[in-house]
C-alpha cells in the first residue's frame, strides 16, 4: 500500500512555470508506475501524464508535450511534475496516482491517489 501526498500548486500566471511533487508513504514505492491527473469542476478527471516505476518511460498529453515534465526521484519517494509554459485554462486540481504495474494514462486503472493540489493560471 502507498500513501501519496501532493504539493506545489497555486496561483501561476499564464507563461508561467510550477513545479507539483507528489510524495509517497510506504517501501515499495519504487514499484509502482505513477500519473498525473488533473480535473476541473464538473468535468472528467483527465491524464495529463505518466512515469514508469523506474523512470525509464514516461507518456504526456497532447495538450502538455513540450510543456510539461514528469520525473521522479525513487529515493527520496517522490514524483515531480515540471509545468512550463502554462496556458490560461482553468483552475484545475491535479491529482496523482499509483499503480502497481503499467504505466497508464487511464485513471480508473490506478489503485491510490491523493488529495490533490489546486493549480489556477491567470491571464
Known amino acids: 500500500q502507498v500513501q501519496l501526498v501532493e504539493s506545489g500548486g497555486g496561483l501561476v500566471q499564464a507563461g508561467g512555470s510550477l513545479r507539483l511533487s507528489c510524495a509517497a508513504s510506504?517501501?515499495?514505492?519504487?514499484?509502482?508506475?505513477i500519473g498525473w491527473f488533473r480535473q476541473a469542476p464538473g468535468k472528467e478527471r483527465e491524464g495529463v501524464s505518466c512515469i514508469s516505476h523506474s523512470g525509464g518511460s514516461t507518456n504526456y498529453a497532447d495538450s502538455v508535450k513540450g510543456r510539461f515534465t514528469i520525473s521522479r526521484d525513487n529515493a527520496k519517494n517522490t514524483v515531480y511534475l515540471q509545468m512550463t509554459s502554462m496556458k490560461p485554462e482553468k483552475t484545475d486540481v491535479y491529482y496523482c496516482e499509483a499503480v502497481w504495474g503499467i504505466a497508464t494514462m487511464r485513471t480508473n486503472l490506478y489503485d491510490y491517489w491523493g488529495q490533490g493540489t489546486q493549480v489556477t493560471v491567470s491571464s
Open positions: 510506504g517501501p515499495t514505492f519504487g514499484y509502482y508506475a
